[in-house]
C-alpha cells in the first residue's frame, strides 16, 4: 500500500484523510496547527511534526492548503528559509495539490517540482464539506495524461468524479470558474429567499417551491442558507462548518484577477465579491459563505 504525506487538515483536509485511512493507506500528517493534525491519530494517522518528517517515506503527497501563498511556500519554499518539499521528496513521488489557488502558482510549482522529475498535478475539489466527509468530492485536475492517471487511481478513494481540465493550472481555472458561479448563485438565493420572508412566505415552502421550478440550483439544494430549512446545512448549526467567507472572498477575487488578464466582463462576480468583502468586514469571515443571508436580513 501506498504511503500518503497529507499536508494541510483543515475543514476539508480532515475528512479526505480520513478517507484515506479507512482505504487502507498509510497516512503521515502534518498542519501548522498541531492540534488539527493529532485529531487525525485516532483514525491510525501518523502525525508528523514537520514537513520534512510528513513526507519521509512517502511516495504520494496530498496538499489541502488555503491560498496560493500557503501552496508556494510549502512546495517552494518560503524567505524565512524553510525548505519547500520539492526538495524534500523521493524521485518518483506524485504530487497532488487540492487546495482552490491562483493558475499561476499551480503553474509555477508544476514546473519547479518537473525540473526536479516529480509529477505534479493541481486537483480542486467541488462539493464542500458534507462531499470531504462522504468521500463524493469532484476533483478538477490540471495537469498531463501521465500524471492525471496517477492521480486519477488515488483521488477515487476521496471523490466519485475526476475531471481533467487541460494542462497545467487548467483545473485551477475551472474551479474558478465554478466559484464564480457559486458565490453569485449563493448570493441570489439569499436574496430571493429574504424577499420571500419579507413577504409572509414560509422559507421551506418556498424552498420546495423553487426547488421544483426555474430557480433551482446547488445552493437552495444542498446548502439552504436560511437557518432551520435543511437540518444538514451549516445555516441550521450556526454557519460551521463549511467553507468559510474569507475562503469565498479569495475565490471571487481569484476570478476578477482572471476576467482583468482577457479583459472577460465580470459583473455579477464583482458584485458578488463586494457583498462578500462588505460581510466580512463585518466580522464574519470565519463563518459558512452561505451566512451571507445575515447580510439580506433585516435586523429586528
Ligand atoms: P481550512 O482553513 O479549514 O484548512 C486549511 C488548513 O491548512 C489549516 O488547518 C491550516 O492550519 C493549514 N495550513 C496553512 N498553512 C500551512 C502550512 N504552511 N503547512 C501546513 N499546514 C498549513 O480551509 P479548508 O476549508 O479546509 O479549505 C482548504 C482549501 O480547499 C482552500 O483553498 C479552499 O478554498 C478549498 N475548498 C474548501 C471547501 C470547503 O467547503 N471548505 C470546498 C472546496 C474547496
Known amino acids: 500500500m501506498s504511503t500518503i504525506a497529507f499536508i494541510g487538515l483543515g475543514n476539508m483536509g480532515s ?4 478517507n484515506l485511512l479507512a482505504s487502507g493507506f498509510n497516512v503521515q500528517v502534518f498542519d501548522l496547527d498541531i492540534e488539527a493534525a493529532k485529531q487525525l491519530q485516532t483514525f491510525g494517522a501518523q502525525v508528523a511534526s514537520s514537513l520534512e518528517e510528513a513526507v519521509d517515506g512517502a511516495n504520494i503527497v496530498i496538499t489541502m492548503l488555503p491560498a496560493g501563498e500557503h501552496v508556494r511556500a ?4 518560503d524567505l524565512h528559509g524553510s525548505v519547500g518539499l520539492i526538495h524534500l521528496v523521493a524521485e518518483n513521488t506524485l504530487l497532488i495539490d487540492c487546495s482552490t489557488i491562483d493558475p499561476e502558482s499551480a ?18 475539489v467541488s462539493g464542500g464539506v458534507a462531499g470531504a466527509k462522504a468521500a463524493t468530492l469532484t476533483f478538477i485536475v490540471g495537469g498531463t495524461d501521465q500524471a492525471f492517471s496517477k492521480a486519477n487511481a488515488i483521488l477515487r478513494y476521496m471523490g466519485k468524479n475526476v475531471f481533467h ?3 497545467a493550472g487548467d483545473g485551477q481555472m475551472a474551479k474558478i470558474c465554478n466559484n464564480l458561479m457559486l458565490g453569485i448563485l449563493m448570493s441570489g438565493t439569499c436574496e430571493a429567499l429574504n424577499l420571500g420572508i419579507d413577504h409572509g412566505l ?3 415552502v418556498l424552498s420546495n417551491i423553487m426547488l421544483q421550478s426555474s430557480g433551482r440550483n446547488w445552493a437552495l439544494e444542498l446548502y439552504n442558507p436560511c437557518p432551520g430549512v435543511m437540518d444538514s446545512s451549516p445555516a441550521s448549526n450556526h454557519y ?4 468559510m467567507s ?3 472572498l479569495k475565490d471571487l477575487g481569484l476570478g476578477l484577477d482572471a ?22 468586514a463585518n466580522g464574519n469571515e470565519e463563518l459558512d459563505f452561505s451566512s451571507l443571508f445575515e447580510f439580506y436580513k433585516h435586523q429586528r
Open 15 to 18: 475528512p479526505m484523510a480520513q
Open 107 to 124: 503553474r509555477l510549482v508544476a514546473n519547479e517540482a518537473n525540473n526536479r522529475g516529480l509529477m505534479f498535478v493541481d486537483s480542486p
Open 74 to 77: 510549502v512546495y517552494l519554499g
Open 246 to 248: 474569507k475562503l469565498m
Open 202 to 204: 414560509d422559507p421551506k
Open 240 to 243: 460551521q462548518p463549511g467553507f
Open 165 to 167: 481540465a487541460g494542462r
Open 259 to 280: 476576467a482583468l488578464q482577457t479583459h472577460s466582463s465580470t459583473p455579477m462576480g464583482a458584485l458578488a465579491r463586494n457583498l462578500y468583502a462588505f460581510h466580512n
